[in-house]
């Protein structure tokens, strides 16, 4: 597809429950990033893929989360023992250049994660 | 400790009118800064790139200026539309070794008919 592509667009899970967000980027970015945003709040950065690179993984809240993604294609963010605190929007964004290079950001609609 | 700092509250201002929000950050000079609109239950969607070198950057209504002394970025649209009630984000690079973008809160912008 043109843009970025995340799912599910809405995910509603139990707490304890462990749940994956997918993203598929632009095709050719070599950048990716994963933001949450909680109702009525900003952007809060997770992670950040360039590349080879090792990840940056400094924004994850807690070791219940994690993320992978498979050279420039694909990433997945794993939720493990979900609680309520993690509902939010989940983001996943790409660019064609890194951050350094003030690559500009291309963003998915989002999945909605609710915890009950 | 660093910060990037918008304007929590609403900005609401009559159709035809400047709109200007304001974007502030401490203890930092970012190399460049950028703009995003954001719909609700939508992504944010890029509007503006500025580098520090430059003061002024304009893009249609749109128009950015950067003050590294000040440490602020303005945003203004001219003659708004109430098709531009949207929240406008900034964003940058912070000097934290951190190798993503930062984001500001947001300010939501209604434009009134």
């Known amino acids: 597809g043109a843009g970025v592509s995340q799912s599910p667009s809405n995910k509603v899970t139990e707490k304890g429950k462990d749940v994956e967000l997918r993203c598929d980027p632009i095709?050719?970015?070599?950048?990716l990033y994963w933001y949450r945003q909680r109702l009525g709040q900003g952007l809060e950065f997770l992670i950040y893929?360039?590349?080879?690179?090792?990840?940056?993984k400094s924004g994850l809240p807690s070791d219940r989360f994690s993320a992978e993604r498979t050279g420039e294609s694909v990433s997945t963010l794993t939720i493990q023992r979900t609680q309520q605190e993690d509902s939010a929007v989940y983001l996943c964004?790409?660019?064609?250049?890194?951050?350094?290079?003030?690559?500009?950001?291309?963003f998915g609609e989002g999945s909605r994660l609710t915890v009950l | 400790s660093q910060k990037i700092e918008q304007n929590s509250e609403a900005l609401n201002i009559q159709e035809g009118k400047t709109a200007t929000l304001t974007c502030n950050y401490t203890?930092?000079?970012?190399?460049?800064l950028q703009w995003y609109r954001q719909d609700p239950g939508r992504g944010p969607v890029f509007l503006l790139l500025?580098?520090?070198?430059?003061k002024e950057k304009r893009k249609e209504r749109l128009k950015v200026t950067f003050d590294t002394t000040l440490k602020q970025s303005l945003f203004h649209i001219t003659a708004s539309q109430p098709a531009d009630s949207a929240t406008y984000l900034c964003?940058?690079?912070?000097?934290?070794?951190?190798?993503?973008?930062?984001f500001g809160s947001g300010t939501r912008l209604q434009v009134q008919p």
């Open positions: 964004a790409s660019s064609l250049n890194p951050s350094g290079n003030a690559g500009e950001l291309f």
């Open positions: 095709s050719g970015h070599t950048a």
């Open positions: 893929f360039q590349g080879n690179s090792a990840p940056d």
């Open positions: 203890n930092y000079s970012p190399a460049y």
């Open positions: 500025i580098r520090e070198n430059e």
């Open positions: 964003a940058l690079l912070m000097d934290t070794g951190r190798r993503a973008l930062t």
